[in-house]
């Protein structure tokens, strides 16, 4: 009987493979970056890295902590990246080079998703937080997973 694939618990479009050196311990690490549609435990609609990718084969791929993503649309570089936020989010997660008013600013876009807003410019970041962060608090308490709030 073949064996059954894990179903996914997450997924991203678009994403790209990032490899990590670490010349001081003599390793390479795989991960993933892109925009997560949907995540078991963040809940998606933001940009991310993934920890250690284990396998990826078509259009799948499983990290170390056995989440299982669904990839759509690979990207070949990061000029592929069509918008500032995606930009931006590169900036802070891989390359980690953006300062905290941009990190600020992918925070607020996340909880515009999930809170059904606009998405606020990023000179609007902080106020928008400030508006806004105990409002996604109580929603991620009300939509965790048993054990996970």
Excluded: Q
């Amino acid at each position: 009987m073949p064996e059954l694939a894990p179903p996914t618990s997450a997924a991203l479009d678009p994403w790209m493979t990032v490899v990590e050196i670490d010349e001081v311990r003599n390793r390479r690490t795989t991960t993933l970056f892109g925009y997560a549609v949907a995540h078991h435990r963040t809940g998606g609609l933001a940009w991310l890295t993934t920890g250690p990718v284990v396998k990826v084969e078509g259009e799948r791929a499983v990290t170390a902590s056995g989440t299982v993503y669904a990839l759509g649309r690979r990207l070949s570089s990061p000029e592929e990246i069509g918008d500032a936020e995606g930009r931006a989010a590169f900036r802070a997660f891989v390359l980690r080079e953006a300062d905290e008013a941009e990190r600020a600013w992918l925070h607020a876009c996340k909880i515009a998703r999930h809170l059904g807003l606009p998405l606020p410019r990023p000179e609007e970041a902080a106020p928008f937080l400030d508006d806004h962060r105990a409002e996604y608090a109580a929603l991620v308490l009300r939509t965790a997973p048993p054990g996970r709030a």
